[in-house]
């Protein structure tokens, strides 16, 4: 098949290509901006409809051209017009991901008054989690009374550029599912805007876990690393990364230790036993940070021999 179109339109947003073996082609990779041409596309569209596509430096990599163009934020016009060079059936219609925005409910709670009663229930709540006034101040913690998150606390997340990337809503009662997020992409650094990263950091389960760390910790979401923070890891100067996740998700950690090891970084797996950061608080968990033990390639096997 002359996937001649195809290719042109997407060197004229990666650059100049190096054709590989077979349909690949090298590109050098917007992700990592790694100095050599890692990133391989296959412009063969297979019979499922899909054309993988990977870096070999950071591991970005989809199943589309069209997953692609949503990573690179490529204008919708733009995009509609590259999509129409794949095969007839593939052109699924391209949709940007949806700009994220607080409820317009939210209130923040530092300007609540002291005779709120919702505000001070709150408070309470968080207080009891470990957390302070000049956390409010610090994550930006607010609430909602009513609305689609009404009933929850809310806590933001902004990127690198202080604009909001994503945000948690929580209920304080018990009366509602615990969490109700927006429908957005989780490819994101929550917290980004507050990490230092120059020095080691801390990679934690939850937005609460983070809050109680206090220093330098990026919630996950779950038990799995977006590409976004992934990338941003490998080409940091950070050196040193503690992976605290809960105890029953200790493949999970290996394998994200196991990922930051290939790439020269040191791991060490934090052993929380049967409490998440959030429940231990502050003192306690330093001391699990304390006594954490490098993972290395013979600890690394002796653990997946345990598991």
């Known amino acids: 098949m002359d996937y001649t179109f195809l290719l042109g339109s997407i060197e004229n947003i990666l650059g100049k290509s190096n054709k590989r073996a077979r349909d690949n082609f090298a590109f050098h990779c917007p992700f990592c901006n790694h100095r050599k041409p890692k990133l391989e596309i296959n412009m063969h569209t297979n019979e499922e409809g899909k054309n993988f596509w990977e870096c070999w430096v950071c591991q970005t990599r989809g199943q589309s051209i069209r997953s692609l163009l949503r990573q690179l934020k490529t204008p919708r016009d733009q995009a509609s ?32 008054t002291s005779t709120s009663v919702i505000a001070n229930t709150i408070k309470k709540y968080l207080y009891a989690r470990g957390l302070t006034d000049i956390d409010f ?15 929850r606390v809310v806590i933001p997340s902004y990127n690198g550029s202080n604009q909001l990337n994503y ?39 939850g937005v609460f876990d983070a809050m109680a760390i206090k220093r330098n910790a990026i919630p996950i979401l779950g038990k799995s690393i977006s590409t976004s923070l992934y990338r941003k890891i490998i080409t940091s100067k950070v050196k040193d990364i503690y992976v605290a996740l809960d105890d029953d998700a200790k493949d999970r950690a290996l394998q994200i230790g196991e990922k930051f090891l290939n790439q020269g ?34 600890s690394l096997m002796m653990h997946k021999l345990d598991l």
């Open 81 to 112: 017009e590259i999509l129409k060079y794949l095969p007839k059936g593939t052109n699924i219609e391209y949709k940007q991901l949806s700009i994220i925005e607080l409820p317009k409910e939210f209130k923040p709670l530092i300007a609540a």
């Open 137 to 151: 101040i610090k994550y930006n913690i607010g609430y909602c009374t009513s609305g689609e998150y009404g009933g």
């Open 167 to 205: 945000f948690v809503a929580r209920t304080y009662d018990g009366n509602y599912f615990k969490y109700k997020n927006p429908e957005a992409s989780k490819d994101i650094i929550f917290f980004e805007n507050l990490i230092n990263w120059n020095v080691p950091i801390i990679l934690c389960e």
């Open 265 to 298: 970084k040191r791991v060490f797996i934090v052993n929380l036993l049967d409490k998440d950061p959030s429940e231990m608080g502050f003192k306690a968990f330093t001391e699990h940070i304390q006594t954490a033990k490098e993972l290395d390639i013979s």
